[in-house]
């Protein structure tokens, strides 16, 4: 039972948290000379983009991609572009993180605050297109062709891996597992 729930607009609320996140996150990196008054914001941010949120790809990736390819093939089509760009901002994600570390510890380096802001922005640059892109294009397309027992199915496996990640704890700890 879903609770007439659509799982692209639990996912859209979750775009509209995380595109919140990246303005906050944008504003921050831009004033890294500043360290000690956005070490509290920073910490928080880069804690949610290690952990949390991975939630929301691992929802897509094993949930709702899926279910949309049984009508449109993964290849060529909107499935196999996000899934590129998932994996570009995993990767981006990762050099971020490694450059923010050195920061949040004691490093003060001209070099580790360029590569905050290289990747970061190219993190948010292309995170928020992304969303754009599934926001306007992926899911009026799901809208269109998933019938109620695939969006049973899809909002069914969201509360399951919302709980599997409870259960592992998101205490934001070392989880470079879960950056993949
Ligand atoms: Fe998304």
Redesign the pocket.
């Known amino acids: 039972m879903t609770n007439g729930e659509k799982p692209t607009d639990i996912?859209k609320e979750e775009?509209q948290n995380v595109l919140q996140k990246l303005d906050a996150l944008e504003e921050v990196i831009s004033h890294l000379d500043k360290k000690e008054e956005i070490l509290p914001k920073l910490n928080e941010l880069t804690s949610f983009f290690k952990t949390d949120f991975w939630i929301?790809f691992t929802k897509?990736e094993e949930a709702l991609f899926p279910e949309i390819e049984r009508f449109i093939p993964r290849e060529g089509g909107p499935i196999g572009m996000m899934l590129i760009e998932h994996e570009d901002l995993r990767n981006t994600n990762k050099e971020f993180q490694r450059a923010a570390d050195e920061y949040l510890g004691d490093s003060d380096s001209a070099e580790i605050k360029r590569m905050i802001q290289e990747y970061g922005n190219h993190f948010i640059g292309a995170l928020r297109q992304h969303?754009d892109k599934?926001n306007n294009i992926l899911f009026m397309m799901a809208d269109m062709h998933l019938d109620q027992t695939q969006i049973d199915k899809i909002v069914k496996l969201f509360h399951k891996i919302e709980s599997a990640e409870e259960k592992e704890g998101n205490s934001g700890g070392n989880d470079d597992a879960r950056l993949r």
């Open positions: 996912l775009h929301h897509e969303i599934e």
